[in-house]
């Protein structure tokens, strides 16, 4: 049997980056047409062009021939040029060993794309292309609703960024990822299982909710403290 032909429209949009995001689909078939949509708390521009991309193939119900535009060039031309194999190749790893930006979405994306036979298309976007022109107001749109999803994935990475030392380490510095001034936070004291230590205050970005835990700030638990914490 002949796999069904699928045209698809995926747009994502992010205000401010990082901040609310949300994506936009519009999939048209013999006719008929379907339009899907889905906002979420905070996340990256980036990060919702390829989850627009993720949310139209895992709408199709069994294997099609898809032609997907997209006016993002990061994930047409990542797709396209190979990008993304060579990545899944190296384990989702950059030469310095860092793990490549978006993994966790690539990696679905990837595995939807040998599920289906799918051609990325870039269109340019506000172009009066009508397909992407839809699918970008319903992006919009669902950035705005009051019911917001969490990208787990953003917020893991986030965790891990704000795990990891960093060279800030007073207020008002501006954030490694918007530029906006720091400011200073009093965690909540608490003690988990194992942990001998906590951060009297951390760095906080208000714009988009970078962490920076900072060494100076480390305390470390008296035996007594330890016990009641």
Known sequence: ???????AY??????PNPGPGGVGVVLLFKGTRRE???GYRLTTNNRMEIQAAIFALEALKEPCTVALYSDSKYLVDSVNEGSVSRW???????PNGKRVPNSDLWEILLALCQKHDVA???????SGEQGNER??????AALV?????????YLRALEVEAAIPSKITQEGQPCRKCSTPLIRKVPKRSHKQGQSYYFEYYLLCPKCRTMYMVEDAKRYFEPEDHRHA
């Open 1 to 7: 049997m002949q796999a069904k032909s699928v045209t």
């Open 10 to 15: 995926a747009d994502g949009a992010c205000e």
């Open 36 to 38: 899907l949509s889905a």
């Open 88 to 94: 899944a190749g190296s384990n989702w790893k950059r």
């Open 120 to 126: 990325f298309r870039w269109v340019a976007g506000h």
């Open 135 to 140: 699918a970008d107001a319903l992006s919009y």
């Open 145 to 153: 609703q009051e019911e917001l999803r969490d990208d787990e994935g």
